[in-house]
């Protein structure tokens, strides 16, 4: 809780909730009749409409990207650390939008919201989502908010290919992409990880086929092995040596099977603390969407095909030690880009913090995201 | 805006809306000129974190990398001229380097310090220890200039790998010239200048 809200942050806020009626076909061939989604802005949208920019928001977050909602939030929104006045995402300057993806747990249409067909929960019922269909649902979203081209689309990890697909499925409606600790596609390990995941989830019997809310219980121990297992993705080998090293709780060893290494109950915090946070049917359809992303298929696996179109002006950053989206997937998005001839940066940010690097303020990241930031504030007409 | 005048020679060489890579593009000044005047599109390569973070500010496209682990990402002849200019001397393969540049570029821009300046010369040949100059001004301990040649040196190597040299020029460290170092370029130019192509 923040005795006072920093100055460099946007202080209270306050989630909005926007209806859409009008059906939306989704790459799976399914059809959402109506949708809600949820989101958040920071900062006042322009007369011109042109200082708008989209936050596109990674698996386990949601559109809560900066500030507080109450002046008892432990922590602010997950991307305090970009956004906010003086920030690289200055909020003295452009209008910020993060909203909820569909299939969302956080108040976005998903499995946890009423299906209106049926009066319950979707559950197992939610069609399975895409990153083409949550661009398509915020290009909507856009429109609605009266924003035609956004300033900037801008996102890391799996935020960061929705930034891609924009770039390449509506190449007139984004002047900047930003994509930050990212990939063009899953590789087999990143696959394999998001299936044993799953099947933490759905091999626990408080499961119940996705149907666990008629029982009124949640699958904590799966969730929580699903969460534990992608904690151990997103930090590198060296930045867990450095927080915990081989630590003991006790200080000695117990020759037992309860926690005993700090890493260890690091892991159980983070596992257990997200049980009452996060949908496990909505882990389910995230590490899908991450599993098919793959923006090149439709051009005969050419990501440079696939980005000919593509108008925005492109950063790429990646991070040293994240082992997860390597900074080896960023060059592929970039040779694609320079294939193209299209503009692009491209910063390698050295960093012992894995994968979560993207969240966290390191100087040289922030440096280099202002610095671009600050062309892109250069262009806005008034 | 002034410009050093091994850049604005380069510039010169340089026909309007051509697509350039700039191999060490540094803080982006050269870059960032030939955009201004020549309408210049293209890309800088660079290592270093406070270069790249200029470059970006400057509105200069910079993708930081190592040249010496090569330009694979540039397809053959994907630029009108790739440039190098004060870093031939600093890369661990320059031979690769020139071939690679000759690959993606339709001509090549190259500086770099003469290391057979008479001051040079003198150092080593009288006084018997490596040359510290005002072009190279590091000792031999702690330079990052590893691959220090002369003219002649470099010019053996263009016709080596079947290089065409189209332009030479030399200039002192103040990148001025005057007639002496033009009549003799091997002693007196301090900064070599050279435009190539392949044969």
Redo the contacts between chains.
Sequence with gaps: MPDAIPADSVGLVTPQTMHFGEPLLLECGRTLKQYDLIYETYGELNASHGNAILICHALSSDHHAAGYHSMDDRKPGWWEACIGPGKPIDTDHFFVVCVNTIGGCQGSTGPNTLNPDTGIPYGPDFPVVTVKDWVNSQARFGSALGIEQWAAVIGGSLGGMQVLQWSIDYPEQLRHAVIIAAAPKLSAQNIAFNEVARQAITSDPDFHQGRFYDYDVVPKRGLMLARMLGHITYLSDDAMRRKFGRELREGKINYGFDVEFQVESYLRHQGESFIGKFDANTYLLMTKALDYFDPARDYNDDLSTALTHAKARFLVISFASDWRFSPGRSREIVKALLDCAHDVSYAAVESHEGHDAFLLPIPYYLDVFQAYMSDVKKEISP | MSLRTDLQIISEWIKPGS?VLDLGCGDGTLLHYLQETKQT?G?GLEID?EN??A???A???????DIDAGLS???AD?FDYVMMTQTLQAVHYPEKVLNEMMRTGHEGIITFPNFGHWKSRAQLGFGGYMPVTRTLPDEWYNTRNIHLCTLRDFERLCSKNNIKILQRTVVDHAHRSYLGMRLFPHLLGEIAIYRFQRK
């Design positions: 697509r599109t890309y974190d790249i973070v470059c970006i500010k509105n200069i496209n910079v993708i930081q990398t990402e540039f397809e994907s």
